[in-house]
């Protein structure tokens, strides 16, 4: 065979594991909104039958042979060169992980989830802590089967952001902190309060429409994609199927709201990936972390916007006149800009928001370093509530129970979270500076050039580079958290008087 | 290993692979309820990529070692040898037909449908022929491939119901048809004339609301199962998760409540198989005759009898008070029952839905035989029309290019339906005679005696036995067309005074 033929083996074999990916996501999606309750062991067993065919595809020694001719090829073009590191990187995780530790950490993950539910339930760490002191020895064999002995938290990281690492991540953050607390005390520290009840009682049908028409006019493509009510709001799917779900609460309109706006932000970069590529290194996104970038930038930057609630905040009364009637159009803005320090990471405000990653990532490394054992997590914990949000959990439901990550060994996800929202801001400020009248389309509910300016430099990317340097070729400069303090200072300095 | 051992892997691995099956079938529901219309040629790829991870499971080397082993060993209990049987006729269809052949006919049968939507919308018979020829060409060289030659439309029938064959349904159905055509001719004849406007502009709720209400108290369980909105009814999936489908017309609202409870009856049998031996000969259903005995049986016996009107006619007339004023209980109970040839099978009664079907039966067995070429067609089936039904179709289009079915190569599957038809009436007098007061039980909602009968003696019967063999199991007898012509004779003779 010709390389060009290997190649074309090569990817098409890619495509089709990762078309098995895509399953395993629709089946998902079907248990979270349509699986009949009493389904819930047909459907983990149809998907441990499924991930086995998946995990014998992605190990195929076929591919193992492709892979070697064209790592040994001199003359492959940048993009089959980005295409051949990330499927040996896959196929690797496929081949060197031992089959027993693969079924052992799958049980283990599922134990431990329900490990965790039922702490949570009844408040009760102590009986957790084997289970995450156990997730947390899987996660560093795992590291060192794929080769990462002594730096196993960076094999965390990499694992959601290829090319990240703790240390990087540890500078940003470090520098975050130092101009995030004062303002969060400041904030704090302001006369200006918003009204908490400036939106009450919308009907859920309202809601709905007012939701679907924001979101096809952000660029949601619904010939592509759909919109259904679980439990917890999440997207899933790709390219021509993408499906976002929300809630819908009659007194927290608000969170119906920006959560689909934010899971809009994930649905238009997965339908914006390169179609023809799906599955390749050239049509698969670049990490969790540009991930959250996208879905940040649209929920926070472009939706908390005024030139957005210019163009909605008409719309908005037309569909809820009688509840709108009694709220300003300041008061309205601020409420959607509401500001203040909670427990739980899922409440928080964007402001505080990064707070809860800073210190999550604080815990993630002392554990992965041995300084901090899990049974003293929950003082830990504590202590860095106080220091960081100003608020001590007064149990561990609302401490370090709270999120459902570690208990399937998830670690090294969360500061995801906040370097999607340093990449947000630093997009933000090059796209204005491209198009200073950003604000001024979105008044006139214009979004076409936002999202055509993702779609050719982040979208349509693919996972070429990996965010650090996706950063630096978009906006010309490394990745750091200034642009996320300028953006905040900007748009609550203002608000908030401070 | 010892034999015990490996009938344990046997039997695990043959699950893993029927889970593989539940999954299409799943995403086969998925695209009919759910699918973004721009997601259709996603779809089509992610279903190949699964079927090409089922196949290899399917037809794993180690499938072959195990049957080989438990074939030879003489101490299997009957269960044992059931399980072995059934995974070896699955496993050689797996492996005997060469992986080009089953790619060629896929892209076949891919082409066949469009070549078939295309001339059915056109009334072109002539652009569809050839593609007609070669999937009976397909169908052919599959049978001899899996060692048929010389009995290939025989196989074509056992692939639907195993252990069927030609011979055995021609005799079957020269029965039926003595006695069957003078029953539609007398009816025809009838003075008596069902009010075609019997039921007209009822709700979509309303329907929705008794439909739901009609199936659930059959038995089925809305814990394990779901009911959505498709273009074309159908129902899907076994175990804990069947998904029916329905959908709803204001002006034809018998329509859908029968359909649905159509689809309950296969609903039922896929939730009465054996839990703990779903996928295997203990845990799947005995062939699509047997499943059309169970779906005809709820849909006709049962409920088309007085005892389920008695029943169900009071709440009907609380839904729909104003659409049920003008039309009295015989008039209602006569619209539910009416009679009348038409073209087009799908559209056809109970009485004359059968001769639907012996005239495609006589026109598969012409054309496997060679007496028939596909271009003379057309005519054929015309003339048959008349024949049978007293009929002649104006066009193909209300002809022989009326069906789906051999465009994707389905040759020998529309026996099943008249099969199940005649199971079902046997299987109704069998009940009869055990439990006299069956239609009283109707009367008073109470299906469960039914149920539980059917469950023990079909559903949980999984495959152990073929249709022939369980028929003559459950009622005591050789099946019979006679209970059929009794059971139309005893419904339509008293309705339509023949």
Not at 147 to 176: N, Q, T
Not at 246 to 267: Q, V
Request: glycine residues 8%; proline residues 5%; aromatic residues 10%.
């Amino acid at each position: 065979m010709t390389n060009s033929k290997v190649y074309a083996e090569l990817t098409d074999w890619v495509k089709r594991v990762h078309l098995l990916g895509t399953v395993a996501e629709l089946m998902g999606w079907d248990e979270q909104v349509n699986l009949p309750p009493g389904a819930a062991d047909q459907r983990a067993a149809q998907q441990a039958a499924l991930a086995g065919a998946t995990h014998a595809a992605a190990s195929d020694p076929r591919l193992g042979a492709w892979l070697a001719a064209l790592e040994a090829d001199g003359a492959l073009t940048p993009d089959q060169r980005a295409v051949v590191k990330v499927a040996r990187r896959d196929y690797d995780r496929a081949t060197k992980l031992p089959p027993d530790f693969v079924r052992e950490k799958a049980a283990q993950s599922s134990r431990g989830y329900h490990a965790w539910a039922r702490a949570k339930a009844h408040n009760d760490f102590a009986s957790y802590a084997p289970v995450l002191a156990q997730n947390l020895e899987f996660a560093k064999r795992e590291a060192r089967y794929l080769g990462w002995e002594g730096r196993e938290y960076d094999y965390m990281i990499d694992k959601h952001d290829p090319g990240m690492s703790a240390g990087v991540i540890a500078k940003l953050f470090a520098e975050l902190k130092r101009d995030l607390v004062p303002l969060v005390r400041a904030i704090g520290a302001s006369p200006v309060k918003p009204r908490g009840d400036a939106l009450q009682g919308l009907p859920v049908e309202g809601q709905r429409t007012f939701l679907r028409e924001v979101t096809e006019r952000l660029g949601f493509d619904y010939q592509c994609g759909r919109i259904d009510v679980s439990l917890h709001p999440f997207c899933t799917g790709t390219g021509a199927d993408v499906r976002m779900t929300t809630r819908f609460k009659e007194h927290e309109p608000l969170d119906s709201l920006f959560s689909s706006i934010h899971e809009t932000g994930h649905g238009l970069y997965e339908q914006g990936l390169a179609k023809e590529h799906l599955g390749t290194a050239l049509g698969i996104h670049a990490g969790m972390a540009v991930h959250e970038s996208q879905s940040r930038l649209w929920e926070n930057q472009v939706a908390r916007s005024r030139g957005f609630w210019r163009c909605f905040e008409p719309r908005l009364r037309e569909v809820f006149p009688a509840q709108t009637a009694k709220v300003s159009s300041d008061e309205l803005y601020l409420a959607i800009n509401t500001v203040a320090p909670t427990l739980i990471r899922v409440d928080a405000d964007e402001v505080t928001y990064n707070l809860h990653i800073i210190l999550r990532f604080e815990l993630e490394q002392r554990l992965f370093s041995g300084q901090l054992a899990v049974t003293d997590l929950p003082a830990a914990w504590k202590a860095a509530a106080q220091e960081l949000l100003g608020l001590t959990p007064p149990n561990d439901r609302e401490g370090v129970l709270q999120d459902v990550h570690w208990s399937d060994g998830a670690f090294g996800y969360f500061p995801s979270y906040c370097l999607g929202n340093m990449m947000a801001a630093q997009l933000w400020y090059r796209a204005l500076a491209l198009r200073p009248t950003l604000e001024e389309d979105f008044a006139r509910g214009d979004f076409r050039w936002l999202l055509g300016w993702l779609r050719e430099n982040i979208h349509l990317q693919g996972r070429r580079y990996d965010m650090l340097e996706l950063t630096r070729r978009v906006t010309g400069e490394d990745l750091s958290p200034k642009h996320l303090i300028r953006y905040l200072r900007e748009r609550y300095g203002v608000l908030y008087r401070v």
